[in-house]
Nanobody
Framework: QVQLVESGGGLVQAGGSLRLSCAAS????????MGWFRQAPGKEREFVAA????????YHSDSVKGRFTISRDNAKNTVYLQKNSLKPEDTAVYYC??????????????????WGQGTQVTVSS
């Protein structure tokens, strides 16, 4: 069993930056591919970014590419999402997720087995 706890959300002005963290429990964290998703009010949960277990491969959605960067520190059991040039449309609850096995499509929420409780990010215009 893996428990995920997100932190780092908050209120920021458009153009600003935030770094989200997701701390994981469990000794096998370093073997799990990880992902970030977000859900805005009235919308479906959408893929944001993913990273392989080693950190050697990363994936970002087109809507955040060039602005957000996913990374991980396996020694600290933590995955990060650095968010720059934030826009009001980035406002959402952000969730981190862990997959027990290598995913065939990192963008699919069904690939992930464990989810955090989410952290709110609000970007004001």
């Amino acid at each position: 069993q893996v428990q995920l706890v997100e932190s780092g959300g908050g209120l920021v002005q458009a153009g600003g930056s935030l770094r989200l963290s997701c701390a994981a429990s469990g000794r096998t964290f370093s073997s799990y591919p990880m992902g970030w998703f977000r859900q805005a009010p009235g919308k479906e949960r959408e893929f944001v970014a993913a990273i392989s277990w080693s950190g050697g491969s990363t994936y970002h959605s087109d809507s955040v590419k060039g602005r957000f960067t996913i990374s991980r520190d396996n020694a600290k059991n933590t995955v990060y999402l650095q968010k720059n040039s934030l826009k009001p449309e980035d406002t959402a609850v952000y969730y981190c997720a862990a997959a027990r096995f290598d995913y065939s499509d990192p963008r699919g929420a069904e690939e992930y087995d464990y989810w955090g409780q989410g952290t709110q990010v609000t970007v004001s215009s």
